[in-house]
C-alpha cells in the first residue's frame, strides 16, 4: 500500500503520534494528563519510536533533553499544568539550544474540562524565547509537527507545538506519509554549550537573543502565516481552534491566519491591517495576539467581544459580535446553542465499587480536615460524601497539611490523600519534608494500582511500562521507610471497619503517620466485578446511610416507610459487588444476590 495516499480518521493526538512518526522522532517521553494522553499511548504503537511515561513533567523533559542532546529527534507531551512542572529545563534549555529537533507539546484545557485552571500556555513561548505552533485541525497538528522539528533544527531551539482540548479530541481527515529516518549522530562534550554555569550562560543568552531576531524574519516570511482574501470591510487575525469559529461564524472575512504565533508577525499584520477597513483579534483565553498587536500600534478589536474566561464557541463568537455591532440581524435562536437529548444532567462521581469510598466514610467518621490532590479521589470533595476539603496541585497535598499543623492547634486530624501516580509524581519530596520537620500529620497514599484518572496508564508501581514490558514495581511501604517514616500502615479500603480503626489509632499518635490504602482501580486494567448486592425493601427503614456513600448503584427508591422516608434499591447492573453497603448498614437488610 502506497503511505503516501492513504487517508484517515485522526483526532488531534493520534495526528500529533503519526507526524512524530513520519518526522523520524526517536524519543517521545511524556506524563499522562488530560488532553494530551493518547499522543504518547499511539506514538507506543509506532516501530522505531521508544515511547515512556516518566513519573512526571519536569523527568519527561528532561530524558527528552538527554535524547535531543544526543541527536535524536525528541517529542516530550504534557498538559498545559504540566509545563509548570517542566518550566525549570525549559526555561534553560533555551538557552543551550539543541542538537536533534525537540518539540514539546502543550495541550491546553480552555473551559477547565479536566483541568484546576486554564492557564493560556502561549505565554510560556514568549516568556522562555522560543518558536510556537498553533495547529487548527488534524491535517496541521500532524503536519505541523515535522515542521516544527525542522525549525528547531534551523534555529537551534526547543519548539512549543500548542493545542488545545477541541484540537487533541476533535476528529477529521489526514492524508498519511511515510517515514523518514534521520540517523543519530550522539553526545557531543560541548561544555560552552551544555554546561550552564554563569560564565557560559551569559554568552547562551545572547545566542538566545540572536535567534530571536532571526525568527522574526522567519515568522514574517513562512506559509504557516497566511493571508485568505476576503471582503475588505472586515479583516480577521486569528489562529488555532479559534480560527475555524471565526470562519464559521465571518465566512466572507478577509484572514491572517496565524500557525506560527511566537513571535507574532507583526510586519505582516500591519500591512494586512492597512488592507481592511476594521481589524478583529479573535482567540481563546487570554488577549496574547491582541496586546501585541496593540503595543506595535495597530488598531484593533478583540477581548471587548470575545471572553477570556471560559473555552471558546461559535455561539459565544455571535453573541460578542452581536454585542460589538459587528454581527445584526441575527435571532434568538441564532444565539442558542442547540443541545441534543433530554437527559438529567449527573455530576461526576466516583465508580460504584470504587476503593476510595469506604476511605473517605471512615475520614469522615473521624471528621478530619482532609488535604487534597488531582486524581479520581478528588471527587469525594463533592456532596454526598463531602470528605476532601482541598485541591490545589500535583503532589500538594502533602505540603498543605504540614502547613496547616505548623499554624494552628488542629481541632480535627490532619490528613493528607494522594494517589497513587501522584504520589510518585510529586508526593516524595513533601513527604521527605515532613519528615524532616517532624510533622503531626497523616499521609494516606490512595494506592490502587494505576493512574486512574487519565484513563488506566501505567506508573513506577504497576510493574509494567508504556511499552508494555515488566519492570520492578515501587512498594510503598518500603518507601516510605527509606524517607524516614517510622510509623507506616496498610489498609483494604473494602474492609470498612479495620480501615476506620487503623486510621483512628494512627491519627492520635504523635508524629508522621502514612497509611497506604491498597485497592485495585474497579474499572483498569480490567473491570472489576462480583456478586451484586440487593436491599431487602421490607426491611429496609430508610435511614439513607448507603445513600450517604453516593455510589452510583444505589438510589432512592419509590416505596416509603412509614414515616414516609425514601427506602434504597440498588442497581443490580451497575453494582460491582464490593460490599461497602452491607458493611455500613446498620439493621443488616443488604445481602448478596445468589
Request: aromatic share 6%.
Amino acid at each position: 500500500m502506497d503511505r503516501e495516499k492513504v487517508r484517515v480518521l485522526l483526532s488531534g493526538n493520534e495526528a500529533v503520534a503519526h507526524g512524530a512518526r513520519e518526522a523520524g522522532v526517536q524519543l517521545a517521553t511524556a506524563y499522562p494528563g488530560t488532553p494530551s494522553t493518547e499522543i504518547l499511548e499511539n506514538l507506543a504503537k509506532f516501530p522505531g519510536v521508544y515511547a515512556q511515561w516518566s513519573p512526571n513533567e519536569k523527568v519527561a523533559f528532561e530524558v527528552g533533553m538527554g535524547g535531543s542532546m544526543a541527536g535524536a529527534r525528541t517529542l516530550v507531551a504534557m498538559k498545559h499544568v504540566g509545563v509548570n512542572v517542566a518550566a525549570d529545563p525549559l526555561m534553560t534549555f533555551s538557552y543551550t539550544g539543541i542538537k536533534g529537533g525537540f518539540v514539546l507539546v502543550s495541550a491546553d484545557d480552555p473551559g477547565m474540562h479536566s483541568s484546576q485552571n486554564e492557564q493560556d500556555n502561549r505565554f510560556y513561548a514568549k516568556f522562555a524565547k522560543i518558536p510556537m505552533l498553533e495547529p487548527s485541525d488534524s491535517q496541521e497538528a500532524k503536519d505541523f509537527v515535522g515542521i516544527a522539528l525542522d525549525i528547531s533544527e534551523r534555529f537551534d531551539t526547543p519548539v512549543l507545538l500548542r493545542l488545545t482540548t477541541r484540537i487533541s479530541h476533535s476528529k477529521g481527515i489526514v492524508e498519511l506519509g511515510s517515514r523518514k529516518e534521520y540517523p543519530v549522530s550522539g553526545f557531543d562534550r560541548n561544555v560552552t554549550k551544555y554546561v550552564m554555569m554563569p560564565i557560559y550562560a551569559r554568552k547562551r543568552h545572547e545566542v538566545v537573543e540572536e535567534r530571536m531576531e532571526k525568527l522574526r524574519k522567519f515568522t514574517e516570511e513562512t506559509p504557516l502565516n497566511r493571508v485568505e482574501e476576503g471582503d475588505r470591510s472586515l479583516g480577521v487575525v486569528a489562529g488555532g481552534i479559534s480560527y475555524n469559529y471565526a470562519k464559521e461564524v465571518l465566512p466572507d472575512a478577509s484572514y491572517l491566519k496565524v500557525g506560527f504565533s511566537n513571535p507574532l508577525p507583526i510586519q505582516r499584520i500591519e500591512k494586512f491591517a492597512r488592507s481592511v477597513d476594521q481589524l478583529l483579534v479573535i482567540e481563546e483565553l487570554e488577549p496574547f495576539m491582541e496586546e501585541q498587536i496593540r503595543g506595535a500600534g495597530i488598531h484593533c478589536r478583540g477581548k471587548e467581544f470575545v471572553p477570556n474566561q471560559g473555552e471558546l464557541t461559535p455561539e459565544k463568537l455571535k453573541e460578542g459580535l452581536v454585542r460589538a455591532s459587528i454581527l445584526s440581524g441575527l435571532t434568538k435562536e441564532d444565539l442558542t446553542v442547540q443541545k441534543a437529548g433530554g437527559g438529567f444532567p449527573r455530576p461526576p462521581v466516583l465508580c460504584p465499587g470504587c476503593a476510595h469510598r469506604g476511605l473517605y466514610c471512615a475520614l469522615n467518621k473521624l471528621k478530619a480536615d482532609v488535604l487534597g490532590d488531582i486524581g479520581c479521589y478528588t471527587l469525594a470533595a463533592l456532596p454526598p460524601l463531602e470528605a476532601l476539603h482541598s485541591c490545589i496541585c500535583m503532589g500538594a497535598s502533602i505540603g498543605n497539611a504540614i502547613g496547616v499543623e505548623r499554624v494552628v492547634n488542629p481541632k480535627a486530624p490532619v490528613v493528607a490523600v494522594i494517589g497513587d501516580s501522584t504520589f510518585l509524581h510529586s508526593g516524595m519530596t513533601p513527604l521527605l519534608d515532613a519528615v524532616y520537620n517532624k510533622s503531626n500529620i497523616t499521609v494516606i497514599i490512595m494506592d490502587n494500582r494505576i493512574t486512574a484518572m487519565t484513563g488506566g496508564q501505567h506508573h513506577p508501581a504497576t510493574g509494567n511500562t508504556l511499552m508494555g514490558e515488566k519492570t520492578k514495581a515501587v512498594d510503598f511501604w518500603a518507601l516510605s521507610k527509606a524517607l524516614g517514616v517510622d510509623q507506616v500502615f496498610t489498609v483494604d479500603p473494602y474492609d470498612y471497619n479495620a480501615t476506620l480503626e487503623t486510621l483512628k489509632r494512627a491519627v492520635i499518635l504523635p508524629g508522621l503517620k502514612v497509611v497506604i490504602s491498597r485497592g485495585p482501580c474497579v474499572i483498569f486494567p480490567k473491570k472489576v466485578r462480583g456478586k451484586p448486592y440487593r436491599i431487602n425493601l421490607e426491611e429496609c427503614n430508610g435511614c439513607g446511610a448507603c445513600l450517604r456513600l453516593g455510589c452510583p448503584a444505589i438510589s432512592a427508591s419509590e416505596e416509603r416507610t412509614d414515616k414516609g422516608l425514601a427506602k434504597a434499591i440498588i442497581d443490580e447492573s451497575l453494582c460491582t459487588g464490593c460490599d461497602l453497603c452491607a458493611q455500613i448498614c446498620p439493621i443488616d437488610v443488604i445481602e448478596a444476590v445468589g
